[in-house]
């Protein structure tokens, strides 16, 4: 990150949060300290956190939240991400614990009820592009579709400080086609894990030659003819879904969220974030504040 110019660092904090947890709850690793709460979600989401400042020096940050299953994707599509399971029962006291954790190094907690983290990190990351450069850090490649020349996506990889940083070009030399194609990408395709079809029977690498060939949904549809049979008929059978899965697909950036700059600027005060660790009982941590002496 440029040194002389504002760098924003927003952080998905559920994709922290939940990896770090999985990491060490197959194990049985819960941590549970003397007040009988489980932290190993927060403490390993402390490291990432920790690990990725270091590693992006930041001169801004603030961290995005999911506030409950219920979205305006939910009202739309009652399956939506409808295969989820409900959050491990050790988990559910670290959700307000790691929000404390995030106060204590005076960053941002930010979560809209109705919307998911994703839409508040574009909104943010769209407005904050104007006068930052915006690093995303996340482990969910759905966000890809932010990219542009102001903001770019750090991709969580397996440990600590293992990323993959894509910016439009990188994306492009990957996939083939825009960030902005992945919400039309995923309207053919769908998507597993969120649990909408797409077009049945249409995997990504049709999507793809359809993408780099007419460019969007609008244009395939326009040259149905020029398809395969078996291409037109199965998306002339799945046109709602296809149009309701891109809607499902889209960051929206436009939700009623704020986070001007100034009131993310980042400058830890150590003893607050040392209370804070001695308070929850996590020990081993200082070594990951000593990262970053300057903000000491």
């Not at 029962?89 to 307000?96: A, M, T």
């Not at 750090?154 to 492009?172: D, M, P, R």
């Amino acid at each position: 990150m440029n040194e002389n110019k504002s760098s924003l660092l927003l952080v998905d904090g559920m994709a922290l949060l939940f990896r770090a947890y999985f990491a060490t709850a197959v194990s049985g690793q819960f941590m549970i300290n003397s007040k009988g709460i489980p932290t190993n979600g927060v403490y390993g989401f402390v490291k990432h956190f920790l690990t990725a400042v270091s590693s992006f020096s930041p001169t801004h940050v603030a961290v995005c939240w999911d506030m409950g299953s219920k979205t305006f994707r939910t009202e739309m599509f009652d399956g939506y991400k409808a295969n989820r399971p409900e959050a491990p029962i050790e988990l559910v006291p670290q959700f307000d614990l790691v929000k404390e954790v995030v106060e204590a190094f005076d960053v941002p907690n930010i979560g809209l009820e109705g919307f998911e983290a994703d839409d508040c990190i574009g909104t943010i990351a769209k407005k904050a592009s104007k006068e930052a450069d915006v690093f995303i850090l996340t482990g969910d490649q759905d966000i890809l579709q932010l990219l542009d020349d102001k903001i770019s996506v750090i991709l969580l990889q397996k440990g600590y400080g293992n990323y993959l940083v894509h910016t439009t070009e990188t994306f492009y030399e990957e996939k083939g086609i825009t960030p902005k194609q992945i919400i039309d990408l995923k309207a053919f395709m769908g998507d597993t894990s969120d649990n909408y079809p797409g077009v049945k029977g249409i995997g990504e690498k049709t999507a793809l030659k359809l993408l780099q060939q007419y460019e969007h949904i609008e244009g395939v549809l326009e040259n149905l003819e020029h398809l395969t049979k078996g291409q037109r008929t199965k998306i002339e059978q799945d046109l709602e879904m296809l149009h309701l899965s891109r809607q499902l697909a889209e960051i929206k950036c436009d939700v009623p969220v704020e986070c001007p700059l100034d009131t993310a600027a980042f400058s830890m005060d150590r003893e607050k974030v040392i209370g804070k660790f001695t308070e929850i009982e996590f020990h081993g941590l200082h070594r990951f504040l000593d990262l970053k002496k300057e903000y000491a």
